[in-house]
């Protein structure tokens, strides 16, 4: 039994760490070519998994084979515009210009309620409202609405808006990040001091504290009571 659960958690490893290899996709996102290693790498290690009389290198050896072969396969679809088109398709346009085109949808044997049923997921109920339709390689449904259709912008109304970066996390779970405060220009004597304001003299007591680009700080404590200041 004990060795049936040190051989499970090394295959659980080992698979792990060749997903990372092949990088970050969600499910949803991968390539067919992905989706197919995925699916073989699962297989392969269920096999030292389920057969105690297998080795362990049964499994893992094909794994990794499997990873160097996806590995190159990506380095070379890198440089490849033709070999790209081979191993992970081209995206088709299925609407133009307003106009459902029925012979793509032939041919990727996509239908009709499937194709609506995406133009809803991407809020569009009705077909006049799309210029374009274009079903990516991975599957997923891009929709470009006409530009009477698309929602108004501060570009459209020629509004100065003041630049807005992305929240830098002071603390995380009552633990200071010495590394962003720095890269902020803060000091750990300013974020205790910006703290004492809010009547929190315990640091462990902060579940989240982030600043934004204009210099708003956010703070949760453990006990969930939010606060903000400017």
Do not use: C, H
């Amino acid at each position: 039994m004990l060795i049936t659960l040190i051989r499970t958690l090394l295959l659980y490893i080992v698979v792990v760490i060749s997903l990372r290899l092949m990088g970050k996709r969600q499910i949803g996102q991968l390539q067919p070519s992905e989706l197919v290693i995925a699916m073989m790498l699962s297989e392969l290690a269920s096999i030292p998994m389920e057969s105690l009389g297998k080795p362990l290198l049964a499994g893992v050896i094909p794994i990794f084979t499997l990873v160097v072969a996806e590995i190159t396969f990506s380095f070379l679809t890198l440089k490849s515009r033709t070999l790209r088109k081979i191993i992970s398709g081209s995206p088709t346009v299925l609407i133009e210009k307003g106009q459902i085109l029925e012979k793509e949808l032939e041919r990727l044997r996509y239908n009709i309620d499937d194709l609506l049923e995406e133009l809803r997921t991407n809020g569009y109920s009705n077909i006049n409202d799309i210029e374009y339709a274009i079903i990516e390689s991975n599957g997923n449904l891009s929709v470009i609405p006409k530009s009477n259709k698309r929602p108004v912008t501060p570009d459209d109304l020629q509004l100065p808006l003041a630049y807005e970066g992305l929240p830098q996390l002071l603390i995380t779970d009552g633990v200071i990040n010495e590394r962003v405060l720095s890269s902020a220009g803060l000091s750990v004597n300013w974020l205790i001091d910006k703290l004492q304001e809010y009547g929190i003299y315990d640091i462990s007591t902060v579940f989240i504290a982030s600043i934004d680009s204009g210099g708003k700080l956010y703070l949760q404590t453990k006990q969930s009571k939010k606060k903000d200041k400017k």
